[in-house]
């Protein structure tokens, strides 16, 4: 029997004694401490207050008498449990979607779906996904940065670029890193862009500092790693204010010179919806191939592009967004999605990029469909730049063992 899960607690609701025995006895399998048992919502409810130990895990059955697994949810919410919470049934996906998709809605970490019959590694990787979950420090809302603390911030060269490794799939070697910036806030720390980048949106002038300071540093640092003999791609996050400079391309094949970075090396990654009905972008992006930057389309499936369109863009990879990655070996919608957008990448002559793998099942299933790198939790998060040489040898050793 595993240990590793001593610690845990886990509540399975369903309203078939069978179900809530097999599902039970794989928790315990997998080492789950304490495993409590529910037939329904209102039963659910009473355990959670009367338990002796706070639930980490709930398994909960959509299709029961009485309240029903959608129900529960809300119910849950209103008890604001902060469980890892998977949905069972044997009910359409599509059906199960939705009510994770209103769970996560109403505040509640939903961990996935399973569609029964059921398997326990499918019960392990949602036990992995809960704790890499719980590991991920909570962010700080937009709203507790101030434009002046972000203009200071900018003033005071208190934005720094975090780095994520890419891993390629093939040979599992390390072969870039994502640039993401982050703030350093004098009472929050460091403090990830989802808090201020909005607020540096709102002002052309602020967001192309903020931009052309991520890439000068990014850039800078791809060129430090190369002469030590670390040759990795750099990916960096454009925004569509920023981009808008017609000289932009010379500003940046400035600063791969300087730093001894070959424009090939350098991945300038854009939303499907920036450069959708634009000659000014498309002028931009169309100089950037011609001096041999590489283009990916960020977060795809999120926007709204057009197969002639992808047909038409001067791209050379697909950046598949983590919404169709992360939970995609549990659910057969989204594994249907994922293989076609891999497909369709390869097609067209892209590499393809996942990103958000939070869990070794989805990452192996990648490699099954032939995607061409990986990125994300699960194999390592963003790190300073300090971090990234360690990390490339540490891994570079765990694959000779």
Not at 123 to 144: C, K
Not at 269 to 292: C, D, K, Y
Not at 325 to 341: F, H, P
Request: net charge negative; with cysteine.
């Amino acid at each position: 029997m595993l240990t590793t899960n001593a610690d845990l607690t886990a509540l399975v609701v369903d309203d078939s004694p069978s179900i809530r025995e097999l599902v039970s006895a794989m928790l315990e399998d997998l080492g789950v401490g304490r495993v409590m048992q529910a037939e329904d919502g209102v039963s659910a409810f009473q355990r959670i207050e009367q338990s002796e130990w706070p639930v980490d895990l709930l398994f909960c059955d959509l299709a029961m008498p009485g309240v029903d697994g959608v129900e529960t949810m809300r119910g849950l919410a209103t008890r604001r449990l902060e469980a890892g919470i998977v949905l069972l049934s044997g009910m359409d996906p599509k059906l199960m979607a939705t009510v994770a998709d209103m769970a996560e809605q109403l505040g509640l970490r939903v961990l996935g779906t399973i569609s029964k019959p059921f398997r326990q590694p499918q019960i392990a990787a949602m036990i992995e996904r809960f704790r890499r979950a719980r590991a991920i420090p909570s962010r700080r809302p937009a709203l507790m940065i101030t434009r002046e603390e972000l203009d200071e911030a900018l003033h005071s060269d208190r934005i720094d670029v975090y780095y994520q490794p890419k891993i390629r799939l093939s040979d599992r070697v390390v072969t870039g890193v994502e640039a993401l910036a982050r703030m350093h806030h004098p009472a929050y720390g460091v403090i990830e862009p989802d808090a201020f980048i909005p607020l540096a949106e709102e002002s052309p002038q602020r967001i192309t500092k903020l931009t052309l300071s991520v890439l000068e540093r990014a850039i800078s640092q791809a060129g430090i790693w190369h002469r030590s003999g670390l040759d990795l791609g750099m990916a960096i996050n454009m925004s569509t204010l920023a981009i808008r400079r017609l000289d932009l391309p010379d500003i940046v094949e400035e600063m791969a010179q300087r730093a001894g970075v070959a424009n090939d090396r350098i991945t300038l990654e854009l939303t499907e919806s920036q450069v959708m009905g634009s000659a000014e972008i498309l002028h931009i992006v169309s100089r950037f191939r011609l001096r041999g930057f590489k283009l990916s389309i960020d977060d795809y499936g999120t926007g709204h592009s057009s197969l002639k369109r992808l047909k038409r863009l001067p791209f050379t990879e697909l950046k598949i967004d983590r919404s169709f990655v992360n939970g995609a070996s549990s659910d057969e919608d989204m594994r249907s999605i994922l293989e076609t957008s891999v497909d369709l990448g390869r097609r067209l002559r892209m590499d393809v990029v996942a990103e958000g793998v939070e869990a070794w099942v989805d990452w192996h299933l990648l490699e099954d469909m032939g995607c061409d790198v990986a990125q994300g939790y699960v194999a390592a998060r963003p790190v300073p730049a300090t971090g990234i040489p360690l990390f490339a040898q540490r891994w570079a050793e765990h694959l000779r063992h």
